[in-house]
Structure formats: structure tokens, C-alpha cells
């Protein structure tokens, strides 16, 4: 079992940046990769970006040149530094981790969300 928290979201105007953190904790042998996705009223769960054990980063289309996705050496934490934030990147954000819990046994594990909204 793991266990994922967010943290970081808010209200912020257009043009302007936040930063999403997600700690995992639990029952983890290792951690394959960790991202962000979001999900907007009316419309379905999209990539923002992830980040696996070997550095390749990964980026939805809507957010590259704008979103960098960042890790501690454990990757058990990951951050998201948004700028030029737009209307449209108003979502809830949610944490997302592929990992071992033993040596044979893994699954995708997702955290509660937590709220961005860019609104002036």
C-alpha cells in the first residue's frame, strides 16, 4: 500500500506561478516513477508530466515550456513549478505513483487531488 499527499494548490491570477509538492509514504520497495495529472470540470484525466527512477521527464503538450517536474534523490517527494499559469490549467491535480511493494508484487497508486485555480 501507498500512501500519496498533496499539497501546494490554491488560487493564483493568470501569469502567475505555484508549486505542487507529493510526499509518498507506505509500504514502498521502490518507485518506479511518480507524475501529475489533472483532471478539469467535464473532461477526462490528462497528463502534466512525470518523472521516472532514471530522470526522463515526460510533458502533456498543453503545459511544456511552462511546467517543469522535479524530484528529491529518494524520489519519494516530487514537485510541480507551474508558470505563466492560464485559466485553462484550472483543475484538480492529482499525484500519481507506479511502484514495487515487494519484490514481485507493484501497482499504480493515486493521491486525494488538490485544487488549482487560476482566475483573476
Known amino acids: 500500500q501507498v500512501h500519496l499527499v498533496e499539497s501546494g494548490g490554491g488560487l493564483v491570477q493568470p501569469g502567475g506561478s505555484l508549486t505542487l509538492s507529493c510526499e509518498a509514504s507506505g509500504s514502498i520497495f521502490r518507485i518506479v516513477s511518480m507524475g501529475w495529472y489533472r483532471q478539469a470540470p467535464e473532461k477526462e484525466r490528462e497528463l502534466v508530466a512525470s518523472i521516472n527512477s532514471g530522470g526522463s521527464r515526460d510533458y502533456g503538450n498543453a503545459v511544456k515550456g511552462r511546467f517543469t517536474i522535479s524530484r528529491d534523490n529518494a524520489m519519494n517527494t516530487v514537485y510541480l513549478q507551474m508558470n505563466s499559469l492560464k485559466p485553462e490549467d484550472t483543475a484538480v491535480y492529482y499525484c500519481?505513483?507506479?511502484?514495487?511493494?515487494?519484490?514481485?508484487?507493484?501497482?499504480?497508486?493515486w493521491g486525494q487531488g488538490t485544487q488549482v485555480t487560476v482566475s483573476s
Open positions: 500519481n505513483s507506479y511502484a514495487y511493494t515487494s519484490t514481485t508484487s507493484w501497482d499504480s497508486w
